[in-house]
């Protein structure tokens, strides 16, 4: 199983980034999915989680409304675009399938002026 973040970078508040996970070695389709972040000295927290078939879908208090977890089934990639981004949303981005708990690398995001 792999899982291979990419997107991250610096971006100014209010500024916009879509993060891609490109994921192999399993059934993709047939799994949900989910995006978690970490921030310095903070413990890795849910962001949103989406279902197999792309419905339903959650997300953490702080991002609703700003951020929106997708997936293309036939591609086998996640996405998480993130729009009016704050410099509270710094963290490492980390995508997990629930297809025996595996995780990506992560893929760092900075918001910062």
């Known amino acids: 199983v792999q899982l291979a973040e990419s997107g991250g970078g610096l971006v100014q508040p209010g500024g916009s980034l879509r993060l891609s996970c490109a994921a192999s070695g399993f059934i993709f389709s047939n799994y949900g999915m989910s995006w978690y972040r970490q921030a310095p000295g903070k413990e890795r927290e849910l962001v949103a989680v989406?279902?197999?078939?792309?419905?339903?879908?959650n997300y953490q208090g702080s991002v609703k409304g700003r951020f929106t977890i997708s997936r293309d089934n036939a591609k086998n990639t996640l996405y998480l675009q993130m729009s009016n981004l704050k410099p509270e949303d710094t963290a490492v981005y980390y995508c997990?399938?629930?297809?025996?708990?595996?995780w990506g690398q992560g893929t760092q995001v900075t918001v910062s002026s």
């Open positions: 989406i279902s197999s078939t792309g419905n339903p879908i």
């Open positions: 997990r399938t629930n297809y025996g708990g595996y």
